[in-house]
């Protein structure tokens, strides 16, 4: 989330939802921002890249982390450009259960359910 509200622009939004899908659990976070061109996503996600319209705002880590930790929990990251600007960024992870007092939480100990908004 830090970042949706780093890369954005004075007066912009950003939000967060959660939610479960079949057997995925799911964080969005669409910010608004300098306008991306689709071409460029990818490499948003390789470690010290940043985007073009970007400048010197971060070091190009956050994205690159978040791909990473996705992957180990055997999940998806995809980012797209918003019209207008900005990017949405989901993460998908596959639903794990546990007997106990976690049961009804992801594999990382989230709750699988609900939405909020930040902004």
């Known amino acids: 989330m830090a970042n949706a509200v780093r890369h954005?622009?004075?007066g912009g939004t950003a939000?967060?939802?959660?939610g479960a899908h079949g057997k995925l659990v799911f964080i969005e976070v669409p910010n608004t921002g300098p306008t991306l061109n689709p071409q460029e996503i990818p490499d948003?996600?390789?470690?010290?890249?940043?985007?073009?319209n970007h400048g010197n705002?971060?070091?190009?880590?956050g994205l690159a982390v978040v791909r990473a930790i996705?992957?180990?929990h055997h999940g998806k990251v995809t980012a797209v450009p918003r019209p207008g600007g900005g990017l949405t960024v989901r993460v998908?992870?596959?639903?794990?259960?546990?007997?106990?007092p976690h049961?009804?939480?992801?594999g990382l100990g989230l709750r699988a359910s609900g939405t909020g908004a930040c902004l």
């Open 57 to 61: 705002k971060s070091l190009g880590l």
């Open 70 to 72: 996705t992957i180990a």
């Open 8 to 10: 954005n622009h004075p």
């Open 103 to 106: 049961k009804g939480t992801t």
């Open 44 to 52: 948003l996600f390789e470690p010290f890249r940043r985007g073009a």
């Open 92 to 100: 998908d992870l596959p639903h794990q259960t546990r007997s106990g």
């Open 15 to 18: 939000t967060v939802a959660t």
